[in-house]
C-alpha cells in the first residue's frame, strides 16, 4: 500500500502544470459516447489551449472478435432482438452493490488480453488525467492501479440519464451524471457523494450559441407555411424508419418532415422510394452536422430515446415525440422525460397520426414540452466535465468558472 501511495504521488506530481497531458476514452458502441467525448475535446481545447489532448476508441484498439462483441453483437440486437438486450441490461444492473470477486477478475483479464495495444498508449505517456465516456476503458484503469501499476486519475461520465451498474468502477475520481437520481444511485453503490456531480451529458460546445429560430428555419430549407418536424434515426440509424416515417405520413395536417437517417445508407434509399401524399413535403438526409439548427428549426422531433440525442434536444427546447426505446437505457431516458413533462412517448406507431394531430391542436401544449425541454437542458455541461476534471489537478478551477474561449489554467 506505501509503495502504491509514493507511485500515485510521484503521477499527482506531474499534474502540477499549466501544460495538462489530458486522454479522452471512449468506445464505438453506438455514436453517442463517440459524440460526448468529441464534445469534450472541443471544450477543453478551449479552456486550455495549451495542453495536450488525444482522444482514442478502445474498440479500434482491441482484438476483432472482441470488438463485435462489443459494438456489432450490439447492433444487432438492437434490429434483431431488442427485448433481450432489455433483459440483459437490467439483469447486469440488479440492486446490489459491487463485489470485486472471481467472475469480475476474470472478466477484466479477458478484456486485457484483448485490449493490449489499449493498454500500451495507457502507459504511453505520463498523462495528467482521464476522461472515459464509456465503463469499458476505466474498468481496466482501475483495474491496473488497484494492482499498483499505474496511478492516473480518472473521470467517469455517463451518458444516459440513469446509471448502470457497470459504470461503478474504483477507483475513480469522479463520477459526471446527468440527473441528481443518477448520483444518488451511485453513492447507494458506495461512491462517495463527493465523487459524484450533476453536470448534463456532454454535447457539442455549438449548442451553447442561441440561434434565431426563424433563420434557422430559412437556412434548413423549412417553408414556414405548415408544422416542422424532424425525425431522427441515431447516428447509426439503428433500428425501424421507414415505419415512423410511413406513420408520420398518415397525419391529416400537413407537415414538413425532414428525416435524418444517420450512416444508415440502405434506409436513406428505402426512404427516398416511399411517395409521400401531396399535402405533406418530406426530405431525407443521411448523416448531417447541423443538427443543432435542425432541433431549434423544429416545432417537433420524433425520435429515439438515446442520452446524447435527448440532451441536444433539450438544449434547443425542442419539443420530444419518443418512439421505439431500445429496452434498458433508452427507456429509463424516457421515464425520466416523461417524468419531468419534457415529452410525450409513442407506445405504437399506428398511434402517431393521433399524437401529432393532438399535439398540433393544441400549442399550449406543445410549448410546455418545450419550456419543460428548455428547463433540462444543459448546453454548457462539456465545459462544466472539463471544468470539474481541470479541477483535479488544480483545485482552484473548481472555484472558479471558466469562459469558453478563455484558458483555465492561467499562470
Known amino acids: 500500500m506505501e509503495q502504491r501511495t509514493a507511485r500515485f504521488a510521484q503521477w499527482t506530481s506531474l499534474s502540477c502544470t499549466d501544460r495538462p497531458r489530458i486522454l479522452i476514452l471512449t468506445a464505438s458502441v453506438g455514436t453517442g459516447h463517440l459524440r460526448a467525448a468529441e464534445a469534450l475535446a472541443l471544450a477543453l481545447r478551449q479552456m486550455v489551449p495549451q495542453a495536450t489532448i488525444e482522444s482514442a476508441d478502445v474498440l479500434a484498439l482491441a482484438t476483432a472478435p472482441f470488438r463485435y462483441c462489443y459494438a456489432q453483437f450490439y447492433l444487432d440486437l438492437i434490429h434483431w432482438a431488442p427485448e433481450i438486450l432489455g433483459i440483459i441490461y437490467n439483469h447486469f444492473d440488479r440492486p446490489c452493490r459491487p463485489k470485486y470477486g472471481p467472475w469480475y477478475r476474470l472478466r477484466v483479464k479477458l478484456e486485457e488480453a484483448n485490449l493490449r495495444p489499449y493498454i500500451s498508449l495507457l502507459k504511453s505517456k505520463p498523462w495528467d488525467v482521464i476522461i472515459n465516456t464509456f465503463f469499458l476503458p476505466a474498468e481496466i484503469v482501475a483495474a491496473l492501479r488497484r494492482r499498483g501499476e499505474f496511478a492516473i486519475p480518472q473521470v467517469m461520465v455517463v451518458t444516459d440519464f440513469e446509471t448502470h451498474r457497470n459504470w461503478v468502477t474504483q477507483p475513480c475520481e469522479l463520477y459526471c451524471t446527468a440527473t441528481q437520481e443518477a448520483a444518488q444511485y451511485l453513492q447507494w453503490m458506495g461512491v462517495p457523494a463527493s465523487a459524484t456531480a450533476v ?23 423549412f417553408a414556414g407555411d405548415r408544422p416542422a418536424v424532424l425525425l431522427l434515426a441515431g447516428g447509426h440509424g439503428a433500428g425501424p424508419i421507414e415505419e415512423p416515417l410511413l406513420a408520420l405520413l398518415e397525419s391529416k395536417p400537413s407537415l414538413d418532415v425532414l428525416v435524418v437517417a444517420g450512416q444508415n445508407v440502405q434506409a436513406q434509399k428505402r426512404l427516398r422510394a416511399i411517395v409521400p401524399p401531396p399535402r405533406h413535403r418530406v426530405r431525407i438526409l443521411g448523416y448531417t452536422d447541423q443538427m443543432d439548427e435542425l432541433l431549434a428549426a423544429a416545432d417537433l422531433v420524433v425520435t429515439k430515446p438515446g442520452g446524447l440525442t435527448v440532451s441536444e434536444a433539450l438544449a434547443r427546447g425542442a419539443g420530444l415525440m419518443l418512439i421505439n426505446p431500445i429496452p434498458g437505457q433508452e427507456e429509463r ?30 400549442p399550449a401544449t406543445l410549448e410546455r414540452l418545450r419550456n419543460n425541454a428548455r428547463r433540462l437542458g444543459r448546453p454548457h ?31
Open 199 to 221: 453536470t448534463g451529458i456532454p454535447i457539442h460546445p455549438v449548442f451553447r450559441q442561441p440561434k434565431d429560430r426563424t433563420a434557422c428555419r430559412q437556412r434548413q430549407g
Open 333 to 362: 431516458n424516457c421515464d425520466y422525460l416523461l417524468e419531468q413533462g419534457a415529452a410525450i412517448k409513442v407506445n405504437h406507431l399506428p398511434t402517431l397520426r393521433h399524437k401529432i394531430a393532438e399535439l398540433l391542436g393544441h
Open 381 to 411: 455541461a462539456a465545459f462544466e466535465v472539463a471544468r470539474r476534471a481541470l479541477a483535479l489537478l488544480h483545485p482552484e478551477v473548481e472555484r472558479s468558472p471558466v469562459r469558453a474561449g478563455t484558458s483555465a489554467l492561467s499562470s
